[in-house]
RNA sequence: GCCGAGAUGGCGAAAUUGGCAGACGCAGUAGACUCAAAAUCUGCCGGGAGCAAUCCCAUGAGGGUUCGAGUCCCUCUCUCGGCACCA
């Protein structure tokens, strides 16, 4: 059998394509579909194995939809800001725009060689001025609407890295980049604040396509509670403590108040506190903990009681004592909680640790575990006899009136932490001025540049790089035109990702971030594929973003994305992660020059779900290639026909079914497995029609679009991508002899051939004939049902 | 602990509505071609019993519904992923 030369069809379509700008699309048409998938980080390695499994399927489904009459635009571009290719350029002491015009060039050939069909007229880069300049645009809406604001505050920072974190970055206590654990540190922070978006983001889950994991992680992740905020009286005083609880129903429980080691009564109530030595060396003992550490020792509830200090319950006037204790915490709710053993689980591990004594006050034994089920109330005066719903509604309402209770939500998801110590990202369009404050820079001096610097090393105490750049950093302020300096922090690399999609729409535009009819044309992401990874980091970024551009009338529309799919992750043979330091990564350049860009696309496909893992396998890619040696030779058994020969009439209808209903249900692993039962049968019948060739090639095309562009013009004279799919005639799917399975007592016992849709009787005279032992059986009952099954019961 | 997804041959998987489990491949194996090998083609390929026709078992485990269950219901086990002292 003949061997196709993938090397040279492949180079010579993928210039063809180029040449005719055969994937560039304009606004001039209905249907839009408006294809995305995650634009990479263009790092030294290039694309591995994993990105091009990622980006293989979503661009075979593109290729479908322009077949199905669809105007696609799918586009790519580069994400080039961010620590891996700063990291890079440190290492190999290049200037980063160097490394990262380098890298750009490298995706870009390794895109083309995969046989990507991408609108290059699109291509964007977020390191490019022209970008980034919307990028600070938007920041500076967000300053101008309040949404952007400075504070000194707590936060996450990588020792390794030098530089604050975004929570979003250090999920878990290690830097998302480096896995370095984080530490927290008091510093000058950008917060963004998307907690103001908080319910929009998850309004907007309740209209989008996400996969249920998906929505559940974001749900997750934005955590939002609804509960009272409950104030205590502190003993002695006119003060107050405020507590967040979810439970107010349990209020005649409390036992305690416990408050976290940065609460600031602890100070503010030093000289009144008797053991405050033994507090503060408490307090210092939990600093040294890292983030992480105070999560790992969860299980042991430490705490000491504040000698001296005293609250009273609302509720019945009872005394309660106050505890610090590290498992409460001081950015959620108030830092402090009302504490019922009898009903929290990690109040009841802390009584029982403490010696601290405590009352049921839901009817339940309590001797065990904490009890956090519904049941009556008990010990709560008026409110006896209640059940949870009812009593959080009467206690509520009660303490309302006495003036200590109000409803209050809070939610998980904090303020984004939004500036970076580091080179490699968006300057601040922001002066510090000792007089006028912070000033923004004017919408006509966008963009401000990146200055080109020597030393771009980090230091060790998180100064910004550009804090160096004294003739950058000086300026008059704008306002009063005395010396100020710039902001010398840049912007995280998430600033450029948060927004790039609606770049793509009209990505040459300088005085908008893309014009309004461009925007309403393209609207929401059709379907963006990516990693699970980004759900709650890039995703809710980008929806934050989105929601506010909307809201100030920027963005006509409000879904960003309307369907979401997250690639599998695929692993080395071993069942482990591919990399490389381990050595069992594999290089699709490698592949593509050994077996070509079809037979990897193919075997990617072939390879199962897209959203499930995969593990790699170096001989499964045979099958795919054994399989495209055997499509280039079709043209072999190829006859004059112009139609569809009778004998394969129904196979043809069928395939062309059962394809089509897989590409729009994305399944895309099946679509291979039916074409190549195509093939077998062909080769079975030692021929093929000139019409099924051609519906065979179109059908096979999104999938592996070289071979099939080469046999189509080789064999038709004209262009693949000037067809449209081929549809099916519902009639023609079925056979009219059907093989019907004959079942005694539920157990396959045989095959017997009927016409289609026969009635009982028919079928009854057929199994006397064709399995007469089994007609004559002590026959009870029988269940046909029509065209599926015939059932004997004995 | 909570939430989500999943468990089908040696391996990747398929089974669209509850209706022939294992399609389609990989790997393996026997044969054809060949001086030989590779490539290609043909056959076999879940387990057990049997000379055989055939029979029995089998979709993580156990129960249930049904004429019929990989698919629906209940209980359990395990794997992967996410979140995790969030009050």
Same mark, same amino acid.
């Given at each position: ?501 609606? @770049? ?10 893309? *014009? &309004? ?5 393209? !609207? %929401? =992401? $059709? ?36 369907? @979401? ?10 069942? *482990? &992660? ?5 050595? !069992? %990564? =594999? $290089? ?207």
């Amino acid at each position: 059998m003949a061997k196709y030369d993938f090397k040279q069809i492949e180079e010579k379509w993928q210039n063809y394509w180029l040449e005719h700008k055969s994937f560039e699309v304009k606004e001039d048409k209905p249907n839009k579909y408006f294809a995305l998938v995650e634009f990479p980080g263009p790092t030294a390695k290039g694309i591995h194995l994993g990105n091009a499994r990622c980006y293989i399927s979503p661009e075979v489904n593109a290729r479908y939809k322009r077949f199905k009459g669809y105007n696609v635009m799918q586009p790519i571009g580069w994400d080039a800001f961010g620590l891996p290719t700063e990291n890079y350029a440190l290492k190999m002491g290049v200037d980063p725009r160097v490394s990262t015009a380098n890298n750009i060039e490298r995706f870009k050939n390794q895109f083309i060689k995969l046989g990507g069909s991408y609108d290059w007229s699109r291509e964007i880069d977020t390191t490019d001025p022209d970008y980034y300049k919307w990028t600070q645009f938007i920041f500076l809406k967000l300053y101008e609407k309040g949404l952007a604001y400075r504070s000194k505050a707590v936060v996450n920072f990588c020792p390794k890295c030098k530089s604050t974190l975004s929570n979003e970055d250090s999920q878990g206590g290690v830097c998302d980049r480096c896995g370095s654990t984080v530490e927290q540190k008091t510093r000058d922070v950008w917060f963004l604040k998307i907690t103001a978006y908080a319910d929009r983001m998850l309004e907007l889950l309740d209209k989008v396509d996400y996969p249920e994991s998906v929505k559940v992680a974001q749900r997750n992740w934005i955590g939002k509670s609804e509960g009272a905020q409950v104030t205590f009286k502190v003993e002695n005083t006119d003060d107050i403590l405020s507590v967040f609880t979810t439970r107010i129903d349990t209020i005649f429980g409390v036992a305690y108040l416990a408050i976290a080691p940065e609460h600031p009564y602890i100070q503010k109530y030093k000289s009144s506190i008797k053991n405050f030595d033994e507090i503060a060396n408490y307090i210092a003992t939990v600093k040294n903990k890292t983030a992480f550490e105070r999560v790992q020792v969860n299980k042991d509830k430490s705490g000491v009681k504040i000698d001296g200090l005293y609250a009273i319950n609302p509720a019945n006037n009872k005394r309660v004592p106050i505890y610090v204790a590290d498992y409460v915490v001081m950015n959620y709710g108030t830092g402090a909680v009302m504490a019922v053993p009898a009903h929290d689980e990690r109040d009841y591990e802390f009584a029982k640790k403490h010696n601290i004594e405590f009352i049921p006050v839901l009817q339940a034994d309590v001797s065990e575990n904490a009890f956090v089920d519904d049941a009556p109330h008990i010990n709560s005066e008026q409110f006896n006899g209640l059940n949870i719903a009812e009593a959080k509604a009467q206690i509520l309402k009660y303490l309302q009136e006495k003036n200590c209770a109000k409803t209050q939500v809070n939610y998980k998801m904090q303020d984004w932490a939004f500036n970076r110590q580091r080179y490699w990202g968006e300057p601040f369009p922001i002066i510090h001025c000792p007089h006028c404050g912070t000033v923004p820079l004017k919408y006509e001096d966008l963009p401000l540049k990146l200055p080109i610097v020597n030393d771009y090393k980090p230091n060790d105490n998180g100064d910004s790089p550009l804090s160096r750049a004294s003739e950058w950093v000086n300026v008059k302020c704008p306002k009063c035109g005395c010396d100020a300096k710039r902001e010398v922090d840049i912007m995280p690399n998430w600033a450029g990702s948060s927004w790039y999609w609606l @770049r793509y729409m009209d990505p040459h535009n300088n005085n908008e971030l893309a *014009s &309004k009819e461009k925007m309403e044309y393209w !609207n %929401s =992401v $059709d379907l963006y594929a990516g990693g699970f990874e980004h759900v709650t980091r890039h995703m809710i970024y980008a929806q934050f973003w989105h929601l506010f551009l909307y809201d100030i009338g920027i963005v006509p529309f409000e879904i960003p994305f309307a369907k @979401r799919v997250c690639c599998g992750l695929l692993l080395a043979s071993d069942g *482990s &992660k591919m990399s490389k330091s381990k050595g !069992n %990564s =594999v $290089d699709p350049i490698d592949l593509i020059d050994k077996y070509g860009a079809d037979t990897l696309r193919v075997f990617m496909v072939f390879l199962g779900d897209y959203t499930k893992s995969a593990v790699w396998s170096d001989t499964g890619i045979n099958g795919a290639s054994r399989f495209l040696d055997r499509v280039w030779n079709l043209k072999d058994l190829l006859t004059d026909e112009e139609t569809y020969s009778p004998e394969n009439e129904v196979l043809i209808n069928k395939t062309i079914k059962s394809v089509t209903h897989d590409y729009d249900e994305f399944t895309l692993n099946t679509i291979v497995s039916t074409l190549m039962e195509f093939v077998n049968k062909v080769y079975d019948n030692k021929k093929i029609t000139r019409k099924e060739f051609k519906d065979f090639l179109i059908m096979l095309n999104p999938i592996a679009p070289h071979i099939t562009s080469e046999l189509f013009e080789n064999t038709f004279g004209t262009q693949i991508l000037d067809e449209k799919f081929p549809t099916f005639d519902e009639n023609k799917c079925i056979d009219n002899q059907i093989e019907l399975p004959v079942q005694v007592n539920g157990k396959l016992k045989g095959v017997i051939t009927v016409s289609r849709d026969s009635e009982q009787s028919v079928v009854e005279q057929a199994l006397k004939t064709q399995l007469p032992q089994f007609a004559d059986l002590q026959i009870k009952k029988i269940v046909y049902v029509k065209n599926r099954i015939l059932n004997i019961i004995v």
